[in-house]
């Protein structure tokens, strides 16, 4: 069955990095755009990257020029490496595909002391 696994999430202060994880298996992986969404405390899940099967990438405006997102089609693996973090990111970060999404993973904390 597919499974997604989030990891790499934890408790930085602003201003320093994290480098997110998504082991992904049971699914044909090299073919499909992939995603992170994260989800803060009382507001709705939001895009927040995602990546083509042809490499390109997209951002949300607010994480722009500081996270990137890549992938590893020989690891099944997508990846956001996050920079300058600030309080704001603070959240609960998921990957999946699109526009078709699978069944959510656990994803990983990120929290962002200022």
């Known amino acids: 069955q597919v499974q997604l696994v989030e990891s790499g999430g934890g408790l930085v202060q602003a201003g320093t990095s994290l480098r997110l994880s998504c082991a992904t298996s049971?699914?044909?992986?090299?073919?499909?755009?992939w995603a992170w969404y994260r989800q803060a405390p009382g507001k709705q899940r939001e895009l927040v990257a995602h990546?083509?099967?042809?490499?390109?990438?997209n951002y949300a405006d607010s994480v722009k020029g500081r996270f990137t997102i890549s992938r590893d089609n020989a690891k099944n693996a997508v990846y956001l490496q996050m920079n300058s973090l600030k309080p704001v990111d603070t959240a609960i970060y998921y990957c999946?595909?699109?526009?078709?999404?699978?069944?959510w993973g656990q994803g990983t904390q990120v929290t962002v002391s200022s």
């Open positions: 999946n595909s699109r526009p078709h999404v699978y069944v």
């Open positions: 049971g699914i044909i992986f090299h073919d499909k755009v």
């Open positions: 990546i083509s099967n042809f490499d390109t990438t």
